[in-house]
């Protein structure tokens, strides 16, 4: 199939993706543009866990402060890594912190990754699910899967990188799943680090 430089460009900027990956893209789906999207975020996701070895020592520190009238009453930093200098000074990089940072004041989450949860912690909702499914009479043979169903929704709630991104005009999906997304366009190993959030009365 020829593929024309029109459509190469218009994927580019569509995804933001490379030259040669975009006319890949585009003979893998037959023209069709919304399979090369996809093809593409696909690759992304795939070319991200490869580089998930690779030291990630550069990057920058997103910031939020929401104001109440005259005043701040909460601010967050989120440190946002990559491996090289030169990712670390785009403007598509500092944006992204910016906007995690944004994600966080948010939607206030308790955790960066679901492995950060004390053992103890996931245990006690489990027993509290328990407890309430009990109490509204669930027979025990579906209380396993209620327990399963609403410890998803625990992750979903709390976790930052479970969490669905709060801007869908910018990505719809997961906090982690658009930072690996982002890794794979990129070409290079991108991850969150870590978060600070502080409000005031909290």
């Given at each position: 199939?020829?593929?024309?430089?029109?459509?190469v460009?218009?994927?580019?900027?569509?995804?933001?993706?490379?030259?040669?990956?975009?006319?890949?893209?585009?003979?893998?789906?037959?023209?069709?543009?919304?399979a090369a999207?996809?093809y593409?975020?696909?690759?992304?996701?795939?070319d991200?866990k490869?580089?998930?070895?690779?030291?990630?020592?550069?990057?920058t520190?997103?910031?939020?402060?929401?104001?109440?009238?005259?005043?701040?009453v909460?601010g967050?930093?989120?440190?946002?890594?990559?491996e090289t200098?030169?990712?670390?000074?785009?403007?598509?990089?500092k944006?992204?912190?910016?906007?995690i940072?944004?994600?966080?004041?948010?939607?206030?989450?308790?955790?960066?990754?679901?492995?950060d949860?004390?053992?103890d912690?996931?245990?006690?909702?489990?027993?509290?699910?328990?407890k309430?499914?009990?109490?509204?009479g669930?027979?025990?043979?579906?209380?396993?899967?209620?327990?399963?169903g609403?410890?998803?929704?625990?992750?979903?709630?709390n976790?930052?990188?479970?969490?669905?991104f709060?801007?869908p005009?910018?990505?719809?999906g997961?906090v982690?799943?658009?930072?690996?997304?982002?890794?794979?366009?990129?070409?290079e190993?991108?991850?969150?680090?870590?978060?600070?959030?502080?409000?005031?009365?909290?």
């Amino acid at each position: 199939m020829n593929i024309s430089a029109s459509d190469v460009k218009k994927l580019r900027d569509m995804s933001g993706a490379g030259m040669m990956d975009a006319k890949e893209a585009l003979k893998e789906s037959n023209g069709d543009f919304d399979a090369a999207v996809k093809y593409l975020r696909e690759k992304g996701l795939a070319d991200s866990k490869k580089r998930s070895d690779r030291d990630a020592n550069q990057g920058t520190i997103g910031e939020y402060i929401h104001f109440q009238q005259d005043r701040a009453v909460a601010g967050v930093l989120v440190e946002l890594a990559c491996e090289t200098d030169f990712v670390a000074k785009s403007e598509e990089f500092k944006d992204i912190a910016k906007q995690i940072a944004m994600h966080v004041a948010a939607m206030k989450p308790s955790y960066l990754n679901i492995d950060d949860i004390p053992e103890d912690k996931i245990q006690e909702e489990k027993e509290i699910i328990a407890k309430q499914s009990e109490n509204d009479g669930k027979p025990q043979e579906v209380m396993e899967k209620i327990i399963e169903g609403k410890i998803s929704s625990f992750f979903n709630d709390n976790v930052l990188n479970e969490q669905t991104f709060c801007n869908p005009e910018i990505y719809e999906g997961k906090v982690g799943v658009m930072i690996d997304e982002m890794s794979g366009k990129l070409g290079e190993r991108i991850y969150i680090k870590q978060f600070s959030h502080l409000e005031v009365g909290s």
